[in-house]
């Protein structure tokens, strides 16, 4: 019954991308370093990315909908999940929750220290769902310009080092472009998570927000 679900979540989810029009690209190997038609391929012609979209959009529905069981379920069962403000990934300070944490993370009243504020370093104190609210789901990732497979389009002062930190993970990154409004096409946003292998299976260990940064 359950592989019949995700044969049918997997079906559904390329269709989905064959018709939506946002880009979805994946890097082979190191993107920077090769020519700009070889660093990326459409993602119809790699099916197995497949897998790991199909966990992003499962992540992505939870994260919409407040639901908390439905996020544990898609976490890392001995890693968790960890929370980072910025692009830069700091295994120190960086909030973990584990599953049993995630189950009512939206339900949570309590204040959790989360990081720093850029540009003035003050501590980032706040409930999950004023964390969701400023730091997750601040955009709609739901509607982005572009989805990258490893292959992260967003490039602000701050350091992104997420390759680093997760070298067995795979990032899906959920890109907004900038208004035509904003400030100097300042006003960009992303929304990278990021994915290991676990006895076959696809799971989230880490939620990164990037903007801008002074």
């Known amino acids: 019954m359950a592989r ?9 989810l390329v269709l989905i991308l064959t018709t939506l029009t946002f880009e979805v690209v994946w890097a082979k190997g190191d993107a920077t370093s090769m020519p700009a038609s070889e660093s990326v391929t459409p993602v119809a012609d790699n099916p197995a990315h497949t897998a790991v979209l199909a966990a992003a959009s499962a992540v992505m529905a939870a994260l919409r909908a407040h639901d908390g069981p439905g996020l544990a379920t898609l976490a890392h069962p001995r890693k968790g999940v960890r929370f980072s403000p910025y692009a830069s ?13 995630l189950k ?12 720093a504020y850029d540009g003035s370093g003050d501590p980032i104190e706040l409930t999950p769902q004023d964390y ?62 990021v994915f290991e292998p676990y006895q076959g299976r696809w799971y989230l260990v880490a939620v990164i927000h990037d903007e801008w940064t002074t």
């Open 89 to 101: 990934v700091d295994t120190n300070t960086d909030k973990v929750f584990s599953r049993a944490q």
């Open 4 to 12: 019949n679900k995700m044969k049918t979540l997997t079906t559904l």
């Open 132 to 193: 969701y609210t400023r730091f997750i789901m601040d955009r709609d990732f739901s509607n982005p310009k572009r989805i990258g497979i490893d292959d992260d389009r967003a490039h602000g002062n701050t350091i992104n080092n997420a390759g680093k930190v997760y070298p067995e993970g795979t990032r899906i990154e959920f890109y907004v472009a900038a208004s035509d409004e904003g400030a100097a096409g300042l006003d960009w946003a992303a929304l990278r998570l």
């Open 104 to 115: 009512g993370f939206w339900d949570d009243s309590r204040r959790y220290a989360w990081g």
